[in-house]
C-alpha cells in the first residue's frame, strides 16, 4: 500500500523514515531495519519511508535479504517515489535519520511546518546536538565540565592557519580532530603528532567544513548514559555503560570500524563505578538533556580521565538496533528492546502540537 494513499485504520499511524544524505545514511538503515521489525501492527498501523543519499523520498520495506556478509543497507534509489508532504497522513512519524539533514533540527523542521508529530527532539535541541560547536557552548552555560576545544571554522584553517596551529598546539598531545556536525565517530582522526595535524584537518572537513580540535583526555574511560521521558515529561537516566576498545584491538579509540564493521570494541553494562560516581554521570546526562531542550530519548557521552569527569557530547537519535548502546543501556534499565521503541511512540503521539 502506498505511503501517498492508506487506507483509514483504527490503530495510530507510524511513519519510519530513515537513509538521508549525510554519511551515517547506511547506519540509519541499520537502525530502522529492527526498529521496523518490533513495531507492533496490531497497535500500530506502520509505513517506510527511504531517504536516499541525493535526497530523493521513496518506498522502502526495511528489509534488505541480498546483503553481502560484511555490506551495509542503503535505501534503494530504484524504488517508488514518495512526496515528502506525505506524512501529514500520518499520526505520527519516527525519524531515523543521523546527522546532517535529519538530525540537526531540518527535517523536524519540516515536520513542524506541516503540523506532524513525531519522536524526538525539536529544531533547537536537534540542531545543537548536532553542531558540536555549539552545544559546548550550552554546556559551559549549564555548568558542565568539558575538555579544552578549538573550533576551525570554514576556511579558517586556510586563511589563518598560524594562529588556529598556536591555538592547537596549547591543547597539547593527543589531540582528537573531528567534524563538527557529524556521528558515528566519521572523519575522526587521532593526532600523536603535530605533523599530521593537516591531514587530520582534512579529513574532517571532507565531511563538514567546520572542524572541531579536542584535546585528549589521559586515562579516559569513555561512559554513556540514556535519557527518556516519562509520559509527564520528566528525564530519567538508565543505566551507566562503558564502550572499551581493547589496546590489541589495532585501534587507538572507538573509531566507524570498531563501531560497526569488525567488532573489536565491548559494550560492558552496567559500567564498573563507585555508586557515587555512576549517580554523578546519571546526573550530568538529565543536565545536558535539559540545558539543550531535549524531548523523548538521548545519548549522552562522557569521558572519566585521570582529572576527573567530563562531558563529550549529546546524540538526540542516538544508534538504536537492538544492539547499540542506547537500547542497550535501557535493556539493563528494564525496558525491553520492544517496549522502548513503543514508549517513544506513544511520547510523541501524548505531545501537543506546536509551540511546547
Aim: with cysteine; charged share 20%.
Amino acid at each position: 500500500m502506498s505511503p501517498l494513499s492508506h487506507a483509514h485504520s483504527d490503530r495510530p499511524t507510524v511513519a519510519v523514515i530513515f537513509g538521508g544524505r549525510s554519511s551515517e545514511h547506511q547506519i540509519s538503515c541499520l537502525t530502522a531495519r529492527e526498529v521496523l521489525a518490533v513495531i507492533d501492527p496490531d497497535r500500530f498501523d506502520v509505513r517506510a519511508i527511504g531517504i536516499t543519499r541525493d535526497g530523493k523520498w521513496v518506498e522502502e520495506t526495511g528489509v534488505w535479504c541480498d546483503l553481502a556478509p560484511g555490506a551495509l543497507p542503503e535505501v534503494r534509489a530504484g524504488n517508488p517515489p514518495v512526496e515528502w508532504e506525505s506524512v501529514c497522513n500520518y499520526d505520527v512519524v519516527f525519524p531515523l535519520l543521523h546527522g546532517p539533514w535529519g538530525e540537526d533540527g531540518t527535517l523536524q523542521g519540516l515536520l513542524e511546518l506541516a503540523d506532524v508529530l513525531f519522536v524526538g527532539a525539536g529544531v533547537l535541541a536537534s540542531a545543537l546536538a548536532m553542531d558540536k560547536q555549539y552545544s559546548k557552548v550550552v554546556f559551559s552555560a549549564g555548568g558542565l565540565p568539558q575538555v579544552q576545544h578549538v573550533t576551525v571554522l570554514p576556511g579558517q584553517w586556510d586563511r589563518e592557519r598560524e594562529k588556529i596551529f598556536a591555538r592547537i598546539k596549547a591543547l597539547g598531545l593527543p589531540v582528537f580532530v573531528k567534524p563538527a556536525r557529524a556521528g558515528s565517530s566519521e572523519g575522526v582522526t587521532r593526532v600523536n603528532d603535530f605533523d599530521d595535524l593537516e591531514s587530520a584537518i582534512k579529513e574532517a572537513s571532507g565531511h563538514d567544513p567546520k572542524v572541531l580540535v579536542e584535546a585528549g583526555v589521559t586515562g579516559g574511560r569513555e561512559l554513556e548514559c540514556g535519557v527518556i521521558q516519562t509520559p509527564e515529561g520528566i528525564p530519567v537516566a538508565s543505566v551507566v555503560g562503558e564502550v572499551v576498545v581493547p589496546a590489541d584491538s589495532g585501534h587507538s579509540f572507538y573509531d566507524f570500524e570498531s563501531k560497526y564493521l569488525d567488532g573489536s570494541s565491548n559494550i560492558v553494562v552496567p559500567a564498573n563505578l563507585r555508586v557515587t560516581m555512576s549517580e554523578r554521570v546519571r546526573a550530568y546526562a538529565i543536565q545536558a538533556f535539559e540545558a539543550v531542550g531535549c524531548e523523548g530519548l538521548a545519548r549522552v557521552d562522557f569521558f572519566l580521565s585521570d582529572s576527573g569527569l567530563v562531558i563529550n557530547e549529546i546524540n538526540t537519535m542516538p544508534g538504536f538496533t537492538s544492539s547499540s548502546l542506547f537500547p542497550t543501556l535501557w535493556a539493563e534499565s528494564g525496558v525491553p528492546y520492544e517496549e522502548l521503541v513503543e514508549r517513544l511512540i506513544e511520547l510523541a503521539l501524548a505531545r501537543r502540537k506546536g509551540l511546547r
